[in-house]
């Protein structure tokens, strides 16, 4: 069974400060998406990885990728109260997706 | 754009009745699931379809059943729902298998199972 582990799952960061969340998989995939869910709302698609190595920034977050580590990261720099929301790794294996268990992060003024 | 479209988007049941939860995309997707997202766990896979046609289980089918209706809807289906049914539901579609278009999901139908 294919695992997803998202750490921390609940951080607390102040504004103006970098923080990393990670996310590790349990088996080979070279695909992996980053989600962004704001309370009581859908998700919707942050970056999607398609490589070993694969690194996209989109404004104060940057997501990269190892497939020989299995692990994936998402930075945040210098971080606004609008990042707060819960953030989900998910990995794809055939057509089936299977997600971490998320990241909920505050960001305290 | 709709995008994806679910219907209801709240809804409250007696143990033991039955429902359909209801999902349309207009984005000419091959592909759509069911997931249910409960506190603590993420999303977990339902049911999905990865062409018209064609229905597979995933993680958590155990109490429902699906319907690929033609390429826009999927529908999902309670027969007897229990209270540990008591979730957000959410409806996602893709392109399909080889592409790596990620998810689009809808709002979710918040279900309540007295």
């Known amino acids: 069974e294919l695992k997803v582990e998202q750490n921390p799952l609940f951080l607390s960061m102040q504004e103006g400060k970098n923080y990393t969340i990670y996310c590790n998989y349990s088996?080979?995939?070279?695909?992996l998406y980053w989600y962004r869910q704001d309370p009581g709302k859908s998700l919707e698609s942050l970056f999607v990885l398609l490589s070993n190595g694969a690194v996209k920034q989109e404004g104060r977050l940057m997501a990269s990728l190892d497939t020989k580590a299995r692990l994936s990261t998402l930075h945040i720099t210098a971080a606004v109260h609008d990042l707060s929301a819960t953030y989900f790794c998910?990995?794809?294996?055939?057509?089936?997706?299977?997600f971490g268990t998320g990241t909920s992060l505050t960001v305290i003024p | 754009n709709a995008g994806v479209t679910q219907t209801p988007k709240f809804q409250v049941l007696k143990t033991g009745q039955s429902m359909t939860l209801q999902c349309a995309q207009d984005?000419?997707?091959?592909?759509m699931y069911w997931y249910r997202q409960d506190p603590g766990m993420g999303l977990r896979l339902i049911y999905y379809s990865a062409s018209e046609g064609t229905t597979d289980k995933g993680e958590v089918p155990n109490g429902y059943n699906v319907s690929r209706l033609n390429k826009r809807e999927f529908s999902l289906r309670l027969e007897s729902a229990a209270p540990s049914q008591t979730s957000v539901y959410f409806c996602a579609s893709r392109p399909g298998r080889g592409y790596y278009q990620p998810q689009h999901f809808g709002d979710g139908t918040r279900l309540s199972i007295l």
């Open positions: 984005m000419n997707h091959n592909s």
């Open positions: 998910a990995v794809i294996t055939g057509n089936q997706f299977y």
């Open positions: 088996t080979t995939s070279d695909r």
